[in-house]
């Protein structure tokens, strides 16, 4: 139990262009996602807190405007990165944290090109 | 200081050895601790999840928390090949958004 998808896993974009990487809890409801950005040999960042049905939460220094996060359902994130840039090029990776357990399930990380 | 601490590595073993894992943190309101491992360009995997002081054990692995030092530790017997990869600690507080708070994660490899 506790399976948490992403798609795509990997994207190759154009500079200027937006990208959308879903995440998805498939076996059970997250009324919370988080997002998280990593760079190579370094530990996960978190970029913004979900709930469902509401406005995401954005650590500070994390440009709301440009990673659009909507959570429509209990079991579905998803994560634009908008006018993409090369300095945008990063692993991104999504997490659900059960209702019943006060701990979080990763997905399988998104990685993210920008040319 | 940091709010989790954790040991430096890299950290490299030979098959079949005995490996012990620590964090330290700092932050009296956590009280959830998990270990994560990461295999390269994957999404980290939680292996250990416990509130409360004491062990827990699963197969190969234990984890032990030590509330009133602030540490936690993983333990790996029989340590395999498969095994090689980042381990991170990560701890957080009671809330329905309380956040992860991870360590920074030591990577390790084990020797056929």
């Known amino acids: 139990g506790a399976v948490v998808s992403q798609h795509p896993s990997r994207v190759i974009c154009k500079s200027g262009t937006s990208v959308k990487i879903e995440c998805r809890s498939l076996?059970?409801?997250?009324?919370?996602m988080f997002w998280y950005r990593q760079f190579p040999k370094q530990s996960l960042m978190l970029m913004a807190t979900?709930?469902?049905?509401?406005?995401?939460?954005?650590e500070q220094g994390v440009e709301k405007d440009k990673f659009l996060i909507n959570h429509a359902s209990l079991t579905l994130s998803t994560l634009t990165v908008t006018s993409a840039h090369p300095e945008d090029s990063s692993f991104y990776i999504c997490?659900?944290?059960?209702?019943?357990?006060?701990?979080?399930?990763f997905g399988p990380g998104t990685r993210l090109t920008v040319l | 200081q940091k709010e989790v601490e954790q040991d430096p590595g890299p950290l490299s073993v030979p098959e079949g050895a005995i490996v012990s894992l620590n964090c330290t943190y700092s932050?009296?309101?956590?009280?959830?601790f998990m270990w994560y491992r990461q295999y390269s360009r994957k999404g980290p995997e939680l292996l250990m999840y416990t509130y409360s002081s004491g062990n827990k054990e699963d197969g190969r692995f234990t984890a032990q928390v030590d509330k009133s030092s602030k540490y936690i530790s993983l333990f790996i017997r029989d340590s395999q090949p498969s095994d090689s990869a980042t381990y991170l600690c990560a701890m957080s507080a009671p809330g329905a958004n309380s956040k992860l708070t991870f360590g920074k994660g030591i990577t390790l490899s084990v020797r056929p």
């Open positions: 076996d059970f409801q997250a009324t919370t």
């Open positions: 932050n009296s309101a956590f009280q959830y």
């Open positions: 979900s709930n469902e049905g509401s406005k995401a939460t954005y």
């Open positions: 997490s659900a944290r059960t209702t019943s357990t006060d701990t979080q399930y």
